[in-house]
């Protein structure tokens, strides 16, 4: 039977309310979700900062002062920056781990971020459809090659071929672990770039064109000005991932807290140093204070990073569109 018009009105605003309900049930599960990643962040931060934050108050084999400058230590002819937590005294100078670990980080970037910003420009604006299909795939599946992969590889072929190529003393140095640590930058710069530069609207091609402009001329000119703000974005979200990357680092860097220069020497960073002291520093020392000391270093270069890399994005957004300064 055919059901009658009132029977039909009554159900209509039944299912309008089930409908929203089930909306409302929805929009809490995911605010739920969003919270609990913002508290989970956050008891996270309390937990390390509860462990880091004694070395303020707590009696040490110094002042605090020692973490970041020179200290004339026994042995030495001339006050030193010292990394030797194992000992006594416990030499915990951290300034060795931070230039190990900008220095690792910013040869790893000076080979990246040249090489993903150039596939992306290829990908994203000279290569054919058929072509993109195959190559971006290929290149976002090196985001999925587990890290201790990489090192593997770092320490077994690419020392040995930088070894007989540069002559390098050292064999496993922060050269070798660059290398290896770009393989992990290149997958995040070259997506978000490649993504900015296929959102540059195609009327700003069509229009450079329209004046005589060839195809590079359009791509430098105009392409690139106008996708700065997610090229900005991408190199500084491969910046993160480069600065807390551990295993590659661990494993391929030859770990000596030096303060060298140099790009064959080796290196030790923040997050190798935390991999592999936590576990036999005790518990509650100040080995142990110093160590999440590290961590609370790291948590704030990254919010710093993060708020810096926020700003140059909108800043230069509001460069490149007058109506959104305007706006602000």
């Known amino acids: ?24 049930l929805v929009e809490r599960l995911i605010a739920a979700v969003s919270a609990s990643a913002i508290v989970s962040i956050l008891l996270l931060f309390v937990f390390v ?56 980080t910013g040869l790893s970037m000076l080979i990246s971020v040249p090489l993903a910003l150039l596939a992306a420009i290829h990908v994203a604006l000279f290569s054919p459809a058929r072509v993109r299909r195959v190559v971006k795939p290929l290149i976002e599946l090196l985001a999925g090659v587990p890290s201790v992969v990489l090192g593997f590889f770092a320490l077994t072929f690419v020392a040995d071929l930088t070894h007989d190529v540069l002559g390098t003393t050292y064999r496993l140095n922060a050269l070798v672990a660059a290398i290896a640590l770009s393989l992990t930058i290149v997958p995040v710069v070259f997506t978000v770039s490649e993504d900015a530069l296929r959102a540059v609207p195609r009327s700003l091609h069509e229009a450079a064109y329209s004046v005589g402009a060839r195809q590079w001329q359009t791509v430098v000119r105009v392409v690139l000005p106008a996708a700065i703000p997610g090229i900005v974005a991408a190199v500084v979200l491969g910046f993160g991932r480069a600065i807390g990357e551990t295993m590659i680092v661990l494993m391929a860097s030859g770990n000596a807290a030096v303060t060298s220069l140099s790009p064959t020497s080796s290196a030790r960073t923040l997050t190798a140093t935390i991999a592999a002291e936590l576990g036999e520093a005790p518990r509650s020392g100040e080995h142990w204070r110093v160590l999440f000391t590290l961590g609370l270093i790291l948590f704030a270069t990254t919010f710093v990073l993060d708020r810096v890399g926020q700003a140059i994005v909108r800043r230069l957004r509001r460069r490149l569109d007058p109506r959104a300064e305007g706006a602000s």
């Open 49 to 104: 900062a509860r462990e880091a934050f004694p070395i303020l108050w707590e009696q040490t084999s110094g002042p605090l002062s020692d973490l970041v400058v020179p200290r004339q230590h026994p042995g030495y002819d001339a006050p030193a920056f010292v990394w030797q937590p194992v000992g006594f005294p416990g030499k915990h100078n951290v300034v060795p781990l931070i230039l190990g670990t900008l220095k690792v």
């Open 1 to 24: 039977m055919t059901p009658s018009a009132p029977s039909l009105a009554r159900a209509r605003p039944r299912r309008s309310v089930a409908r929203g309900a089930r909306e409302r």
